[in-house]
């Protein structure tokens, strides 16, 4: 009979881990994070130098932009290598990586999630398109982010006479997870967590390959009785670790918000007014182009305002909002929440969220933009100096049969308000965000018209579509000048403009 598992503390799991091993943790911002286990891996590091030479993989970005999350693992000589989705939310990673102190590399978060599987499973990598005509396309950068990282993870094939993105499969030699329970035997439930994650292709990845699976758990029972809550088998479990309450929060913002993990009947209903600004007129214009039945994905930060507004016109019920991570249905949480849904449907794992949507099973993805250019291409990967990353963004903007971004058209220091159903430009933001060359492609406009997606761009004062020579300007808002507050704001000129109103009921003040 197979022996009980390991309980242990955390400064006994984490020396399991050997030197200059391939590193996998779970986790979407702070949902599913092992916070209890990464704090102290680093205090290991700190005191014996050891563990060293790692090298760190996931999928989502995992931090609060501070300190907690990944962040405990930023130390020259503890990692080798990154190899992440996101990096915003772990800016003392990016410092390794913009000062040339760790190789480093940004890929799709959907191609990792999927990819833990593929290393399980023994097979050679991914093959998408996903990334073809991006920054991540080797014929680019690969996805490499500093001159110290040098070995090419992607390669272009050609299959039936098509490219192909090949992303390559890797040992992956610990992993660090997190559930609910373990029982006696290490059978992992997630009943209390906002979502499922990648847990299992991970612990997988890492038996496979001859490593080692450490859990964090809120607390062990004797037995889990019902097999099918067991998200993770116990044989693959090497150690359980129960973690403190502090650092077993649901979420980095909320220790425990039961509708992340049941369904109200009445979700759809007010919340009272929210204040107005440049964010509800562009989650009210987005909101217009999405329509009864559709399946939708909302990008995290402005995005946000489409459930926002979706929930003030009484829409939420006519729709279904996913959430890369896995929630379907109800309406995606914000901020350091992000990654979980108020009152979800149903909750699936994070590879197979990425399935459907890399299969073309998104209606429409509302996402944020930090650069357009004259021939649509957009950038969400660098900010103020710093890695930000890509995210699920790769992915969803590929595959979505039409897409919506979202996006002030000039930021820092932006005020706007309304009267009478006109917009009112009280102070303009200080840097422009339509120029004529982005500096990473992450979403390539040009490969979008062959691939005959529908592109809306939605902005404040006005709304651009993507048509076959370039972007033409297609609404303004009332009281906006298109001269001097539209067009000497933006770096280029569109190809064509017409000025139909955006809707009045975007700039109502209520």
Known sequence: MRAETRILDAAAAVRLIPDGAT???????????PEHLTKALRERFDREGSPHGLTLVYAAGQGDGNSRGL?????????????????????????????????????????????????AAGRPGVFTQVGLHTFIDPRQTGGR???RTTESLVELVKLGGEEWMWYSAFPVNAALIRATRADRRGNLSMEDEGLIGEVLPIAQAARNHGGVVIAQVREVVDRICDPKAVRVPGLLVDAVVVAPEEDHQQTFSESFNPSYVGASADFDAAEGATPFSERLIIGRRALAELHSGNVVNLGIGLPEFVAVAAREAGRLSEITLTV?????????????????????????????QFDFYDGGGLDVAVLGALE????????????????AGVGGFVNISHCAKRLVFCFTLRAGGLRVATRHGKLQIDREGDHCKMVPHVHQVCFHGPTARSRGQDVLYVTERAVFRLAADGLELIELALGCDLQTQVLDQMGFRPVRISTNPMPVSCFLNT
């Open 71 to 119: 962040n405990h693992l930023a130390a020259e000589g503890l990692l080798k290598r990154v190899v992440g989705g996101h990096w915003n939310l772990a800016p003392a990673l990016g410092r390794l990586a913009l000062e040339n102190r760790i190789e480093a590399y940004n890929l799709p978060q959907g191609v990792i999630s999927v990819l833990f599987r593929e290393i």
């Open 145 to 147: 982010l500093n001159e």
């Open 23 to 33: 590193l996998a943790v779970s986790g979407f911002v702070g949902a599913g994070h």
């Open 324 to 352: 890369e991570s896995g929630p379907t249905g109800g309406s995606p949480a914000s901020g350091l929440s992000f990654g979980c849904a108020s009152d979800p449907e149903a909750i699936i794992d994070q590879p197979s």
């Open 372 to 387: 357009v250019d004259e021939e649509g291409s957009v950038s969400v990967s660098q900010v103020n100096g710093r890695f």
